[in-house]
Each structure stands twice: as structure tokens, then as C-alpha cells.
């Protein structure tokens, strides 16, 4: 499958986003971005492990739709899980988020915690398919877990919402200081989806593979803005992505591209970007064109035939007439 990846560091530390495509047989893909917080322990576990256990469940189950479903769901939170089993180091204020698409024969998997946007356009428009909602403190369903919780959403002036004063996304590998009332002691006797401030649990969903279309996955430094608004709606990225593809259609050009023209447009020298890290990966996942059965005829592949003095012959050999054969 064709795709292409680019990752740059920001703020003058190493980078805490993490990516990952591992292709599968027949046409098929997982693609995914974690975006770490709070140290490196969160994510660098996570981009060795959750890629694994989710093609391990896709061997098992193949394309079927219902039960990846259900899997995706029970895999995320079995990862953060073992995450609090993992030691100390899992006991940090270290978290990530994960963006993981699997493209199927058929359809695209979404599955999702945190902020790390994601999206199918249309790569003869560039119009939006579908795009991924991210998990913020003040949406309805988060922000009435929290509360139910024993959580609050704070928010002071000119900062986003957050967990707890702390965490700006409600969902998210990690994190146990949001979890559990002693981040030493991991509740495993919970539901790990209803019973705390911050859950691993994915939202889902599942898109048609287009006639013509492309995979978006990356870290939220690429919806950074430098304006006022503070972001960039997903169909600015798009359009950008779609003016790129449709003047160089390589696809690791397009990412490279993407990401120095978003530094550009928050600093006059390169060098002196000091924003977020980027990540964006960037995949093909147009349907494949059928191969039309090739036609054969009797005699073999590519055989004609031709009438002499009423008898067929197969061209190749040329039978001549007993006249000429003297």
C-alpha cells in the first residue's frame, strides 16, 4: 500500500509522539499515532505494545466487522491495565493518546483516545469522509463521567478545559494519578470504562473504504494554530493535504511538505519552531481496482484458429496442404 509518515520535535525536547504502519495481507493496514504527555514511560510502552496485540486479534478474527469492534474495545483496556501492572514508572503522570485506523479489505476502523485527530476524504475532492470527535473534558458524555467520578472540569482564562486542572483530553492510556484514589494501588475490581475520571475505553467507528480516497492519522500539533482561535478545524488540514496531493501525488512528499508549511506558518525561521511535535501519516486506501479474467481460448491463452482448404488448424505450427508437401 502506498503511504508516507513525517514526524518533527517541538519544543526543544526529544519528541513524545510515536507512530506506527504495519501492513497486513491483502491490501491491508494498521495505521496509528500516539501522542505521549508527561514523559515517555506512557508512549514508548504503548507503540511497542498495542500495535501487536491488535494484529494478534486481527489474525484471529479476520475482517469481521462486529467482533473487531468488540476486540479494539477490550484490547485498549487491557493495555492500560497492564500498563498499572508494569511498575513504578507506569505510576508517573505520564499518559498518551492513540489514534489506531485498520484498513480492511472493506472498511476503515477507527478506534480512538484523546485528541490525535483522524480522518477519510475523498482524494478526488478533498472533502471529508469522516472524521474522528476528540475527548474533551467539556463534551456531554465525558463530562458527565468525571462529575460521576468525583471529578471536575476546570478551566481558567485563556487555557482549555481540564481534568482536574490537569489533563486537557478525557481519555487516555495512563495517567493513574486521574484514575485511581492512590496511583500506587490500581483498582482492578472496577469497570475500567465507567469508573474513573479518565478511561482508556476507544470510541469506534467504521467508514466504507472509498472508490478513491485517503487515510489522515496525526498528532494535534498539526491543528495547532498560531491565530487567535488557537485551532485549525480538520477540513483546513484537509485542504491543505488535498492541494499538496493533487500538484505531487507522492504521498511521503505530501507529509514533509504538510508539516514544513504548518512550521512556517509559526515561525519565520524553521529552526526557531518551539510548538508542539508534529506527526502525520498519510495512507492510500483506495479500494483496488478489480483484475478483469484474462480470456483464453481453446487452443490456449492468446490461440486463434483459421480454416485451409476446410480444415482448423492452430496457428503456431502452420499445416500446409498435401499439395505442397513434396
Known sequence: ?????????????????????????GD????????????????VKTVDALPKSIMALWEKVGDDEAALREGLRQVFLDHD????????????????T???????????????????PGFVMDSTTGKIIQEIKNHEPTRADEYKRILANGGEVTREEGDAPRVDGSLMVSRA?????????????????KDWAKDFRVTAEPDIIIVPR???GLLAVMSDGLVESSTESGLKATSDVANATFILYKSDPALQSVVKRQIDNHIRESAANPKDYDGDDLTLILMDI????????????KGGIGATTRKMRGRRTKTGKKKLPKTFLI
Open 1 to 25: 500500500m502506498k503511504w508516507g509518515a513525517h514526524t518533527v520535535d517541538g519544543r526543544g525536547r526529544p519528541s513524545e509522539d510515536r507512530w506506527a504502519v504495519k501492513e497486513h495481507s
Open 28 to 43: 491491508r493496514a494498521l495505521v496509528a499515532v500516539f501522542d505521549g504527555h508527561s514523559g515517555l514511560s506512557t508512549v
Open 81 to 96: 491495565k497492564a500498563l498499572a501492572r508494569a511498575g513504578p514508572l507506569s505510576y508517573r503522570e505520564s499518559g498518551s
Open 98 to 116: 492513540a489514534t489506531v485506523a485498520l484498513v480492511t479489505s472493506k472498511s476503515v476502523i477507527l478506534a480512538h483516545v484523546g485528541d490525535s
Open 173 to 189: 492510556f495512563g495517567d493513574f494519578s486521574l484514575k485511581f484514589q492512590d496511583s500506587s494501588k490500581p483498582e482492578f475490581d
Open 210 to 212: 472509498p472508490v478513491a
Open 286 to 297: 483506495s479500494l483496488p481496482i478489480p483484475t478483469l479474467p484474462q480470456v483464453v481460448q
